[in-house]
């Protein structure tokens, strides 16, 4: 079965600062990553994947991500935080290949980055 | 391109009642998922919808039941709702070569 776990609910950081939030997978087969972000009364964007490749993943408004199969981690960072990244971080895992919309979601780690 | 639609965005039931929620998918894509985001939680798949089948299902009641339309829109239904059903609902859709779905707005429901 496939799962993802974010063990932080919440994450402070200052305006400026790095910014990095935390996910881990279970998955049977190879492992289809998501991060997407929520904002309040509003539906989820996505901002980046991890399908194959480079461990490093870019994606929207700054973000990265990096793939670490050995601690099976797929931690979402930013190298400044705004104030405008506060939202509702959520960590997914595709069911596979071919179900191409089907999706495990975390729990999500809400971002709070103050001026 | 408007993107995933879902209507209404907003809507109050009483327990006992039915409701249809409906989805336009973005343009071009015919695959279609539907999600219920409860309160403080992540998003749990209800059933995906190709080619005007239902092809995978979660974890729901056949409370929930669904349908997709030959121009790849959709609609949810609930029937005999319980309190419990209050959350957000949210539509998903992508095309079957790509890897990652796009999704509405979502429809509030508050089930009284």
């Known amino acids: 079965a496939q799962s993802v776990a974010q063990p932080e609910d919440q994450v402070n950081v200052a305006e400026g600062n790095p910014l990095t939030v935390k996910c881990t997978y279970s998955v049977s087969g190879n492992p289809y990553l998501f991060w997407y972000v929520q904002y309040p009364n509003r539906g989820l964007q996505f901002l980046l994947k991890?399908?194959?490749?480079?461990?490093l993943v870019k994606g929207s408004y700054g973000f990265e991500a990096e793939f670490n199969k050995s601690q099976t981690s797929f931690h979402l960072k930013k190298p400044s935080a705004l104030v405008s990244d506060s939202a509702l971080y959520f960590c997914?895992?595709?069911?596979?290949?071919?179900?191409?919309?089907?999706?495990?979601f975390g729990s999500g780690t809400k971002l709070n980055v103050k001026p | 391109d408007a993107g995933v639609t879902q209507s209404p965005t907003h809507l109050i039931k009483t327990r006992g009642q039915q409701v249809t929620l409906r989805c336009s998918p973005k343009s071009g894509h015919d695959t279609v998922s539907w999600y219920q985001q409860a309160l403080g939680q992540g998003p749990q798949f209800i059933f995906q919808?190709?080619?005007?089948?239902?092809?995978q299902r979660g974890n729901f009641p056949d409370r929930f039941s669904g349908h997709q339309f030959p121009n790849y829109s959709s609609e949810l239904n609930v029937n005999a709702l319980l309190l419990g059903d209050s959350a957000l609902y949210l539509c998903?859709?992508?095309?079957?070569?790509?890897?990652?779905?796009?999704f509405g707005q979502g429809t509030r429901l508050t089930v009284v």
């Open positions: 998903a859709s992508s095309l079957t070569r790509n890897t990652e779905a796009f």
């Open positions: 991890y399908i194959t490749g480079d461990n």
């Open positions: 919808y190709y080619e005007e089948e239902e092809r």
């Open positions: 997914a895992v595709r069911d596979g290949a071919y179900n191409f919309n089907k999706f495990y």
